[in-house]
């Protein structure tokens, strides 16, 4: 093997990629020193991922050489990437869920006694990697009852067991709160003091500052620039990465909303998932649902649109009470949808095309008494694809091929082809990029200056601030506070969020 000295645990040198099609990565490289955070950014579709897979060895490069500690590799494939130190960790997780945690730590290389798997010693490998690192996870625990941010304590612990030299995280915090983010950063520290190599791929430009020592930009699958994070300023990111001035991410035409659309009265249910909530939302307005993780927005959200049941209370849909034994068909009947905030597992089916997911919500009214009319369907899918910027070669593309904002504006495209007056987005812009967020915005704004009532449930706080008319807060399943956009700070949000602050019950 030929082998270079020099100071970098990773080159990518003039990496090209080709799909059919599509020019993935055209003449990219990058580097990685030990023990620094390299964070990788740029829009949905820029090549981050591919060139990620290519060190990963999920993909081979079509042109160009990579080299890992000096050493020059000629084979591509995970498992000998894997031998070579590299551990990627995707936004999916990949731990089997009826397996405990020791199992998924060591799901390669179980410990055997003899014919037999040694689990004592499994277990003790597995609590002392844990200790370690100072994750505290029970091994015995199957992952499907982990939260988020301890499978991925789990998955960071499972690449250790490889004589890990470099660790790849896609957007590792997207799905955390920000407590789990201060624990996942003393993490990622703890790491870089070992001389581990962090490349760490992010949309939230906040973390940026906080975590990274260097940035790479990447935009339209080729290499635009890299710098020291304390170099560079955010605007002089977002532009390099966009390559155009975005201006205000948040342009909202709020106006004087009309009538009550949704109205929520103490909807509560078994288990006290949702605890006595009442909210009303109007045609015109978009009402914002804040909370940390857990605090039962999605479940809510689930509530409502009858996916999951509810034991008392009430959902009002135009003035007229909806039964609780109602269906998700006759919520979509109703005028209601509802975009998830897991797009891959529950609002696309990855292996149909763009056209056959845009239509599959709204097959009754597009094509009545069980008759396909592809006319109309070629004319509301063409539609969307433009009126959305999709970026896709066809219709006929198949929907895991595009990039993650340009399927989460094909799960937008799917749900407004019902023509609902009550849209709820879940966490619309997670894991996409600044302009796609941008896009997401401004047609959320349109539909609601067209009179439609959307509920938007976000993480991100300035998004909630920044979009939303009026916003309830969430904590332990129940509404803490309501406010208007006025009155609203992030820190006034978070005391009504977090536990011991804010009111009990409903303050308006």
């Known amino acids: 093997m030929e082998r270079t000295e020099n100071e970098y645990l990773v080159q990518l040198k003039h990496i090209s990629k080709i799909f059919p099609g599509v020019k993935a990565l055209d003449d990219v490289s990058f580097d990685l020193k030990p023990g620094e955070v390299h964070v990788l950014i740029g829009e949905n579709g820029a090549g ?4 990620m897979k290519v060190l990963a060895g999920a993909y081979s490069p079509d042109d160009g050489e990579v080299y890992i500690a000096g050493e020059k590799i000629t084979r591509f494939d995970p498992i000998y990437m894997q031998s070579k130190g590299i551990g990627i960790i995707y936004q999916e997780f990949n731990l089997v869920p009826y397996l405990n945690v020791a199992e998924n730590i060591f799901i390669d290389h179980m410990p055997r006694k003899g014919l037999f798997l040694d689990r004592r010693q499994m277990h ?14 029970d091994t015995r625990i199957l992952a499907s009852d982990l939260t988020t941010a301890q499978q991925q304590m789990v998955e960071v612990a499972k690449s250790l067991t490889h004589d890990l030299k470099v660790l790849i995280m896609d957007e590792p915090t997207s799905s955390l709160s920000g407590v789990e983010i ?41 290499y635009i620039a890299t710098k020291n994070v304390s170099e560079i300023a955010p605007e002089e990111i977002v532009s390099l990465m966009v390559g155009r001035k975005l201006g205000n991410l948040y342009q909202r035409n709020r106006q ?45 959200a689930r509530a409502i649109f009858h996916v999951d049941p509810y034991e008392t209370g009430t959902v009002e849909i135009k003035g007229e009470q909806v039964t609780p034994k109602a269906t998700v068909r006759s919520m979509i009947e109703r005028g209601v949808a509802l ?37 109309a369907e070629k004319k509301v899918i063409d539609e969307y694809i433009k009126e959305l910027n ?27 082809c019902t023509n609902g007056d009550i849209i709820i987005f879940d966490e619309p812009t997670r894991g996409i990029d600044v302009g796609a967020k941008k896009e997401v915005y401004s047609f959320m704004d349109d539909l609601a200056k067209n009179g439609k009532a959307i509920v938007m449930i976000s993480s991100e706080l300035p998004e909630v601030i920044g979009m939303s008319d009026r916003i309830y807060v969430m904590r332990d399943r129940m509404i803490t506070k309501e406010m208007s956009y006025q009155e609203a700070t992030q820190e006034k949000i978070l005391s009504y969020a977090l536990e011991g602050a804010g009111t009990e019950g409903q303050d308006g």
């Open 182 to 222: 201060d624990q996942l950063f003393a993490i990622i520290r703890l790491l870089k003091s070992r001389g581990i190599g962090i490349i760490y791929i992010s949309h939230r430009m906040q973390e940026i500052p906080v975590i990274g020592d260097r940035i790479t930009i990447m935009r339209d699958g080729q």
């Open 339 to 375: 975009i998830p905030e897991d797009r891959k597992r529950q609002g696309l089916s990855l292996k149909l095309t763009v056209a056959e997911n845009m239509v599959m919500a709204s097959l009754d009214t597009l094509s009545p008494k069980g008759w396909l009319q592809k006319k």
């Open 390 to 416: 999709i970026s896709t070669p066809s219709p006929e593309q198949k929907v895991n091929n595009l990039s993650g904002g340009n399927q989460q504006k094909v799960v937008l495209a799917k749900w407004l």
């Open 124 to 137: 003790k490998k597995a609590r002392d990697l844990l200790e370690d690192m100072k994750m505290k996870v």
């Open 48 to 51: 981050k991922s591919t060139l």
């Open 256 to 300: 004087e909303p009309g009538e009550i659309l949704l109205k929520v009265t103490n909807l509560s249910s078994k288990k006290e998932d949702l605890q006595n909530i009442s909210m009303e939302v109007r045609a015109g307005e978009i009402v914002g649902l804040a909370g940390l993780v857990g605090a039962g927005r999605t479940e809510l």
